[in-house]
């Protein structure tokens, strides 16, 4: 497509269910497919942005002890200490080194991001998969619950888990997985239900195959792209809501975490910026990685529909 | 002085054949642009339409109609076009060197009008159809005479001109209407020409009629010239003077309606013909079409009817020009070279 | 239109009862009792404790408790916050209008920003005006809400002094007239315009790709052949039109403002509901949290009732 083109066509505005597929299952899953996707991944420009990003910042929770200077938690020096030699982004209100909370934060961030987004696919996955296969009442009743989940604010849904519930580590993956799974179980209940009325499902029907089957061998593996590209993109939004809750004073307060010390951070506005702008970056970073990997994805899966979020990859 | 005085006549020339015509259209190619491949949509197509003149313009689904009838307008709107040249010249002026301006002024008033495919398309469903329809006039008009103009343009195109009418939405009328108050709409700066996509397609059959009785109408009592693209020839039979032939982006043959429908010279043409309902036995000579019209991305070398042609013989290899044949009118074909006549090698 | 409401406001009810049984039934799920629930962790006397025991019916069957939680709601009376020794209702209804204040300016400022910079980035011809735009609004979504309030704090009310740090009004202040009003301003702008960046990005891309949806339309075409210019096409058939989809998704847009202003009332202490809501928690007040997310809901469902109708006022189509 070019470049300089004055308008869009309008098989770019379509929603992805429309775009043309065959009507064999085509199955991104099967066959030796990675190759191919490897290709289309090195052509996107966002994609790879956010595939390096996001292994930079794996390696990085990774080798935390190993590239940290100080332990997360250790008090390192004078307390409100602006960035210097020996502390590069200077130490915070009790005196701990700023650079190796960011460091450990990364871990704490991205296992909690990702444990919340993978629990909020098995159970959107679920309710959706059930709803949009099963059609009927169940439909009905299973998208109205789901509605209704989403009529509560995200972030208020998450404090009213948290009141009820308490803010220990792992409940605030349950809080934000509560308050993110309605978006997995709308996108997945598209998808199936898009595809259960497709040839090569029917086929499979009438062949009498059986329901667990079709579902894991026609419907699963073509709904997946889409799904992928929201998983990535939740992946970010949970790691802002578990940021959030930690801003809030809501999080575990013995974890070092990037929340816990924007929160800190907050008291100290007008002596120590390096308090809440380090932490606060490392939120960005991760949230733009996931963004744009969930856009390159996009590209892949969609070729039709390529709208990259960096400019118009037109 | 000798080489000037040429120059000067040749110029006058021109002129002359400028102002018996309404509309000239000289050697006019758009190319689109799509999935990296070039779509020759209109290819080299001259087309004349003189003042009060009724013409048609007929081909298949896919031959460029709506494209070519869209470029005379200037109306292109949101295509990649790779490449656009050749002349459209109305009322004197190439229309494709007007700046956008200038085009926007000339629309007001006396220019040329169309009325498109799909009626409920090319309606805004949010606004009532009477200010719509106002739109079109002069700015100048006061409000009162405006009011006054759109009722008496619904009553023209037969539609109730009522207050309540003009505060209908497009919604709430029914196909024919909608094409009528596009028609209306059309019609609001008294055009000169007026280009009709296939006005009719949408509606059925009684409707149809009764839609292209009020365009011959409006036609005769306007002295309002008419370019009618339709793939229905009974139709052009009926309203139109002349016909132009239209195939994958070129016109095939042109002429008097009644010549071209009675003594058909191109292949093309005959298997129209041919296909038309209830003519199968009186042009024996002749199958309906087979096939469809060729992907205007991937157009073979030569004759661009060629692998549909029942006649197509070695020298098809080579694009034949329009040329003129035996009854006057105009063909691109091998077979139709007056001397070639007779010699069919089928 | 009568009747497109009153079908519309039918609908809503429903939807209402529904979701308060959803909270209902998450507090259902809370480890202890349900005095625990409704109380939290507050340490409020054991008489306190046995008069909500009574008033919601804690010892009867969970149907009958979820009747009497209606019924309470029903008559605007939310409970009783132990902490500030005040009613929930009362606590809510001083507050709420605070938030209504800074969360709907935002909310305006950014409707109108982010839909003006939409229509330029969709029909403008400079490609480096729309990538700009583009760009800002990846990074908005990328920024943490309250992290840009801090920055703006730190750059704009500590760096250069031009506002004031936190809070809504000054402590001690005999400004009157406009002094007064242009004092509130002043604790107004900071936190109004991190509302505002996120709600005009978000309205930005909505109209961006509506306002080119709006433009491959037929009767653009048409517009374009009655001679109307670029200017007056945009004008009479294309702000309409592309608003539609724009204001559709408004009311989704609306939860997720009062879902920021948990975050942004906090970074600038302005004593709205989200603050209250993070306050009352940390208090473990329940009370007041469950009183406060049922706010919110209604809310919620209010706005998108009005969204609804907003939409059938500017599309005949849906007015049946
Ligand atoms: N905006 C566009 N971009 C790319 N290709 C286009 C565009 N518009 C039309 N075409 C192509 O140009 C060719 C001619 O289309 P056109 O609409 O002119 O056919 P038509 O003769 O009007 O057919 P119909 O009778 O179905 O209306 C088609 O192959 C079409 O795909
Ligand atoms: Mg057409």
């Known amino acids: ?314 | 002085m000798r080489s000037a005085s040429i120059a000067e006549c040749g110029h006058e020339e021109s002129n002359a054949v400028k102002e018996t015509q309404l509309l000239d259209i000289h050697d006019l190619v758009v190319h689109f642009l799509r999935e990296e491949q070039v779509v020759k949509a209109v290819d080299g197509v001259d087309l004349r339409v003189k003042p009060g003149e009724s013409v048609g313009l007929v081909g298949e689904s896919g031959s460029g109609k709506t494209v070519l009838s869209r470029s005379i307008a200037r109306l292109m709107a949101n295509a990649v076009i790779d490449k656009m040249s050749g002349q459209v010249v109305f009322q004197n002026t190439d229309l494709l060197s007007l700046s956008e301006r200038e085009l926007e002024r000339r629309r007001r008033k006396s220019f040329l009008s169309m009325v498109f495919q799909d009626p409920l398309g090319y309606l805004n469903p949010t606004k009532r159809v009477g200010r719509q329809v106002a739109e079109a006039l002069p700015p100048e008009l006061s409000r009162r005479s405006r009011r006054h103009r759109v009722a008496e343009l619904f009553t023209q195109v037969g539609l109730p001109g009522d207050k309540a009418s003009l505060r209908l939405y497009p919604h709430e009328f029914s196909g024919g209407m909608r094409q009528r108050v596009l028609i209306a709409m059309a019609l609001a700066s008294r055009p000169r020409l007026l280009i009709a996509d296939e006005p009719t397609t949408a509606l059925d059959v009684t409707v149809q009629v009764q839609v292209l009785n009020t365009l011959e109408r409006l036609h005769r009592e306007q002295d309002m010239a008419l370019l009618v693209i339709t793939h229905d020839l009974a139709l052009v039979a009926e309203l139109c003077d002349r016909v132009y032939v239209m195939y994958a982006g070129q016109i095939v043959e042109s002429g008097d309606v009644e010549t071209v429908l009675s003594s058909p010279h191109h292949p093309y043409t005959q298997g129209l013909i041919a296909s038309m309902p209830g003519q199968r036995r009186r042009m024996n000579k002749v199958d309906g079409l087979v096939g469809s019209v060729p992907n205007l991305a991937l157009l073979p070398s030569g004759c661009r009817f060629r692998s549909r042609c029942p006649h197509a013989f070695d020298r098809c290899e080579e694009m034949p020009p329009l040329m003129p044949t035996s009854t006057g009118s105009t063909s691109r074909c091998w077979l139709s070279e007056p001397e070639a006549e007779g010699e069919d090698p089928s | 239109m009568l009747w497109f409401v009153a079908r519309r406001v039918a609908q809503a009810v429903p939807m209402l009862l529904s979701v308060i049984l959803l909270i209902f039934v998450l507090m259902q799920f809370t480890p202890g009792d349900p005095v625990q629930a409704m109380v939290g962790q507050y340490p409020v006397p054991q008489s306190f404790r046995d008069s909500l025991t009574a008033e919601y019916h804690l010892n009867a069957p969970v149907w009958t408790q979820y009747w009497y939680f209606l019924v309470n709601l029903a008559h605007g009376n939310m409970g009783y916050s132990y902490a500030s020794h005040e009613s929930v209702t009362s606590l809510i209804a001083e507050r709420l209008p605070n938030t209504l204040l800074l969360a709907g300016s935002g909310y305006i400022v950014g409707i109108v920003l982010g839909g003006v910079v939409g229509l330029i980035t969709a029909t403008t011809k400079r490609r480096g005006f729309d990538t700009l735009m583009q760009t800002g609004v990846v990074t908005a979504y990328a920024i943490p809400s309250f992290w840009l309030g801090q920055l703006l704090v730190m750059l704009f009310a500590v760096h250069l002094g031009w506002f004031p740090t936190q809070g809504m009004a000054p402590v001690d202040s005999n400004a009157t007239g406009i002094y007064w009003f242009l004092e509130r301003l002043s604790y107004l702008i900071l936190p109004m315009l991190t509302y505002a960046v996120y709600e005009g990005a978000r309205v930005t891309r909505l109209t961006r790709v509506s306002v080119i949806d709006t433009l491959n339309q037929g009767y653009i075409v048409t517009a374009r052949m009655k001679g109307l210019s670029r200017w007056q096409t945009v004008r009479s058939h294309v702000i309409r039109n592309s608003s539609l989809p724009v204001v559709t998704a408004l009311g989704y847009s609306f939860a997720v403002a009062m879902g920021g202003s948990v975050l942004i009332e906090t970074v600038f202490s302005w004593p709205g509901i989200g603050l209250l809501l993070v306050d009352s928690i940390k208090q473990r007040d329940n009370q007041v949290v469950i009183g406060l997310v049922v706010v919110i809901a209604v809310a919620v469902i209010v706005m998108n009732l009005l969204v609804d109708m907003a939409h059938a006022l500017l599309d005949p189509r849906i007015r049946a």
Request: no cysteine; glycine share 10%; charged share 10%.
């Open chain 1, 1 to 314: 497509m070019s470049l300089s083109g004055d308008s869009v066509d309008t098989a770019e505005l379509a929603p992805d269910l429309d775009a043309p597929r065959p009507n064999t299952s085509p199955g991104w899953s099967r066959g030796n497919a990675t190759h191919e996707w490897w290709a289309r991944m090195r052509a996107s420009r966002s994609g790879m942005i956010g595939l390096v990003v996001l292994i930079l910042l794996i390696a990085i929770a990774m080798l935390a002890p190993l590239i940290s200077p100080y332990a997360p938690n250790e008090l390192a020096g004078e307390s409100l200490q602006a960035p210097s030699r020996s502390h590069l982004m200077g130490t915070d209100n009790v005196g701990r080194d700023v650079l190796s909370v960011v460091i450990y934060g990364a871990r704490i961030a991205l296992l909690m991001g990702l444990l919340s987004a993978g629990l909020a696919l098995l159970v959107g996955g679920l309710v959706g998969g059930v709803a949009g296969y099963a059609g009927g009442a169940i439909e009905t009743i299973l998208m109205r619950v789901t509605e209704l989940f989403q009529i509560i604010p995200l972030m208020v849904l998450a404090l009213f888990v948290v009141a009820l519930w308490g803010s220990h580590l792992w409940l605030l993956v349950v809080a934000v997985t509560i308050a993110i799974w309605p978006l997995e179980a709308r996108i997945v209940y598209g998808q199936v239900k898009a595809l259960k009325d497709r040839e090569f499902v029917q086929v499979a029907r009438v062949a009498g195959a059986p329901h667990a089957q079709i579902l894991a061998r026609e419907i699963l593996p073509n709904a997946l792209p889409p799904v992928i590209v929201q998983v990535s993109l939740d992946a970010g939004l949970a790691i802002l809501t578990q940021t959030s809750l930690g801003f809030l004073g809501l999080g575990d307060p013995n974890a070092a975490s990037w929340g816990q010390l924007l929160y800190a951070a907050q008291s100290y506005l007008s002596t120590a910026w390096w308090m809440s702008v380090f932490p606060g970056l490392a939120v960005a970073l991760a949230i733009i990685a996931f963004s744009l990997l969930g856009d390159g994805l996009n590209e892949i899966y969609n070729p039709h529909q390529r709208r990259g979020t960096l400019g118009r990859s037109r």
